[in-house]
């Protein structure tokens, strides 16, 4: 499937609610889906490994990439600053990948004005007694950090009127099996499907 078209997918969510463990899932199951890797000025955390969670970079180094334009979209959350890299972006959709961004909703509506045929995915946790209590067994924030992510919560769920998907993260099967469903639809579209399976809409005489 070489020739299948990229799509691009945002996900955003509150942090707990499951998101990064629900794409890395999503990519294990279907080669055809990949993410970017962004750009922190945020200290790794726990087993992060640079390159691979984030590019973790300095304060001025971010203020040199946003002078060269090189995000797509960048913003500040929790204290610290994280953008998208147009280049990586650009190519990968290019190459015919589906592209899953695992960004804040201010990227998130960022790209929305960039590339008005992003699907946005919104993931919710399926109450606060759970989402804090996720953040405490990750056990990777100090209580401090934790209360600036609840409190950032809030406001972060506010905007998932915004979105087109709205998925519950209760039972994590259940979540992933409709994160699958939402790309397998996306795929479907007739866009998507012409310039996929292009031999096929041109031995009907569609284009
Ligand atoms: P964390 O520090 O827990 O890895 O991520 C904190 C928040 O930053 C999450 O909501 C995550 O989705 C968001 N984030 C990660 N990368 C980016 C990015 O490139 N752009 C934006 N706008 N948000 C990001």
């Known amino acids: 499937m070489k020739h299948y078209p990229g799509n691009l997918f945002v996900v955003a969510a509150p942090s707990g609610a499951g998101k990064s463990s629900l794409v890395k899932a999503l990519m294990e199951l279907d080669s055809q889906v990949t993410h970017s890797v962004s750009h922190t000025t945020r200290k790794p955390r726990g087993q992060e490994v640079h390159g691979r969670e984030y590019f973790f970079i300095t304060d001025s180094e971010f203020d040199r990439l946003i002078k060269q334009d090189a995000f797509l979209e960048w913003a500040h959350v ?10 990586t972006i650009e190519s990968k959709i290019t190459d015919g990948h589906d592209v899953v961004l695992e960004i804040d909703f201010q990227g998130a509506l960022q790209i929305k004005r960039v590339f008005p045929g992003v699907v946005m995915i919104f993931i919710l946790p399926p109450s606060w007694e759970e989402l804090k209590s996720r953040l405490e067994r990750r056990g990777e924030d100090s209580p401090g950090v934790i209360q600036l992510r609840l409190q950032n919560a809030a406001d972060e769920m506010a905007q998932a009127s915004q979105f087109d998907f709205v998925i519950i993260n209760e039972v994590f099967e259940r979540a992933l099996f409709d994160l699958k469903a ?9 866009a998507s499907q012409s310039r996929a399976r292009a031999e096929i809409f041109h031995a009907l005489n569609l284009n």
Not at 78 to 87: F, N
């Open 78 to 87: 929790h204290g610290h600053r994280y953008g998208t890299s147009k280049e």
């Open 182 to 190: 939402v790309v397998h639809a996306q795929r479907l579209k007739y």
